[in-house]
Each structure stands twice: as structure tokens, then as C-alpha cells.
């Protein structure tokens, strides 16, 4: 089952409507960093709204790279995106395992702990964008609601989940965005409101109803402009030239130390686990 986002205009065109499943991209990540189920939830739910937000990027080529740095033992979270909607993300500690809430379900907030998520946009400008705000709670929907309305000025309504079973493998995950436009009335604000409540089980719905059943079911009679459908995927760009171009950029100084200490220059690509090694031949043929 491939990831999917749609997108399109409601409730009289004042609100943008993204609906995304992720699951099989949460799965990868899981296959990739062998992750636990409360690294899963947090790292799947921040790359959710990652690809969100690189939906709304103006070019292919534009890049996306996102922190949520807590306190909790998780560590920082990091994901990569871009245009094309090719995402990637890593956690410092995808063996994290914290005690359920009392409701029974993964305790993210825990997890991540207090903090502060960066957003860098990468748009071909001659300096990228930033923003940046405090965590509220280290759950991510809340977070990145507080980031888009003090950050991008953008009042924003986010659902996120991430259901995981058993085996550790993901059964449903995605999301329901949202997003104001400037001329949205009190009247279409309160539908809003009321709609997001019925979505506080958002993995669930993904899983059972998946995103054209959700539109269906949710937004049939509310929806007023054509129905956009992407395909996001969990890609790692990285490739041994790229290492190569990283490596020039350390100096030769550096990489003759780094060889006469450990024999090798070793580089393990955060993202997908893949090693690259450099001999000393290697490095001598980089800077002829």
C-alpha cells in the first residue's frame, strides 16, 4: 500500500484540506532504524507533517530540514524532505522505551521532553528560511500548530497518528490538516473545531477507512475546488559522490588524522544506515 496525500479546498474554499497516509513511509523508517513503538509514533508522526509541509514548497528542487530538539530521552528528532516529496527522517535513540499513559496509548510527549522545533526552507533564495518555536507538550500536532501560528502567521488545525501493533510494525498512520485562509469566517472556524474533535484517532481511521474513505465520510459535502493526489515515499538521497563533495569539505589535514588514528575514514548515513568507507588510497585520489 502506497503513501498518499490529497489535497483540496473546503467548507466554501476558506480552509485548505491535506489528508496523508503514511504508513508504509513510517513502516521503512522502522525497517531502517529498527525503531520502538514510542520512536516510531514520534519519528512518523513529525515526518507526517514534514511532508505536509513540503507539499507547499514552489519547486521540485526546494529542500525542507526539520528538528524537534527535547530534553526527553528520545533525543532530537530530524527529518529531510523536499519537492518532490522524497522524506527521510532519524531519531539519536530509536531504542527508546517509556511506560504507556494511563490511557493505554505511546506516551510521545515523554519521549521528546521539552525543547524547541527548528524549520529550515532551502528555496533556491540566497538565504534559506528559518523558524522556530518552543515545544508545548513534545506530542508534534500541537507543536508544529504553535510553530505555523507564530512562526508563519498561518492558524492551522493538525491531527497526527501513528498506530503501531504488535509486531512493532505500523498498522496505520497519516494525518488531517487544516489550514485557514485570510478571509475564513467565525461560522466555517467553528465547523472546523467541531470536525477535528472526530479526529482524535486519526491513526485508526487511516487504517480502517484510509484517506478517500475519511474525505468521504468527513468532507464529501464540504468540499469546493478539485482533489490533488500526491505520492509521497521514504527516500535517502545520499550516494558516495555526495559523501565524497562532504569529505573535500573537511580538509585534508582532518582526513590524514582521521586515517592515521582509525585506519579508514568511515561515514554512516544518518537516514539509511548505509556505511561508506575511505582508505587512505581513497583519500589521496580525492584531492589529486
Known amino acids: 500500500m502506497k503513501n498518499k496525500l490529497v ?22 523508517a522502522i525497517e531502517i532504524h529498527d525503531l520502538s513503538p514510542v520512536a516510531s509514533a514520534a519519528l512518523g508522526r513529525t515526518m507526517t507533517v514534514c511532508t505536509y509541509m513540503s507539499s507547499g514548497l514552489k519547486s521540485q528542487k526546494d529542500k525542507l530540514y526539520v528538528t524537534v530538539a ?17 522524506m527521510r ?3 539519536d535513540n530509536p531504542y527508546v522505551d517509556i511506560p504507556l499513559k494511563p490511557n493505554g496509548k505511546l506516551d510521545v510527549g515523554g519521549a521528546v521532553g521539552k525543547g524547541r522545533l527548528t524549520v529550515v526552507k532551502s ?15 513534545g506530542e508534534i500536532a500541537e507543536d ?18 501513528v498506530k503501531i501493533g504488535v509486531d512493532g510494525k505500523c498498522v496505520g498512520a497519516g494525518g488531517v490538516i487544516l489550514a485557514a485562509l485570510p478571509f475564513a469566517t467565525e461560522k466555517n472556524i467553528v465547523k472546523v473545531e467541531n470536525i477535528m474533535k472526530e479526529f482524535t484517532d486519526v491513526s485508526t481511521k487511516i487504517q480502517t477507512l484510509g ?20 505520492s509521497p515515499e521514504y527516500k535517502c538521497l545520499c550516494s558516495k559522490d555526495y559523501v565524497k563533495g562532504i569529505l573535500i569539505s573537511l ?6 588524522d582521521i586515517i592515521e588514528k582509525e585506519g579508514q575514514v568511515k ?8 556505511k561508506y568507507i575511505f582508505s587512505k588510497e581513497d583519500v589521496e585520489e580525492l584531492y589529486k
Not at 561515514?267 to 548505509?274: G, L, R
Open 267 to 274: 561515514v554512516d548515513c544518518q537516514f539509511c544506515e548505509k
Open 89 to 91: 527522517g532519524a531519531v
Open 144 to 161: 508544529f500548530t504553535k510553530y505555523y501560528f507564530y512562526s508563519e502567521q498561518q492558524p492551522i488545525a493538525v491531527a497526527l497518528g
Open 211 to 230: 484517506v478517500d474513505g475519511i474525505i468521504e465520510k468527513y468532507f464529501k459535502e464540504e468540499i469546493t475546488d478539485e482533489i490533488v493526489e500526491y
Open 7 to 28: 489535497k483540496t479546498l473546503v467548507f466554501e474554499n476558506q480552509f485548505s484540506l491535506s489528508i496523508l497516509d503514511t504508513t508504509e513511509m513510517v513502516n521503512r
Open 70 to 86: 527535547g530534553d526527553g530521552p528520545l533525543g532530537k528528532i530530524t527529518v529531510c524532505g523536499n519537492g518532490e516529496l522524497q
Open 123 to 137: 528555496m533556491g533564495l540566497k538565504e534559506p528560511y528559518s523558524g522556530s518555536s518552543e515545544l508545548v507538550n
Open 251 to 256: 580538509g585534508k589535514k582532518e582526513l590524514d
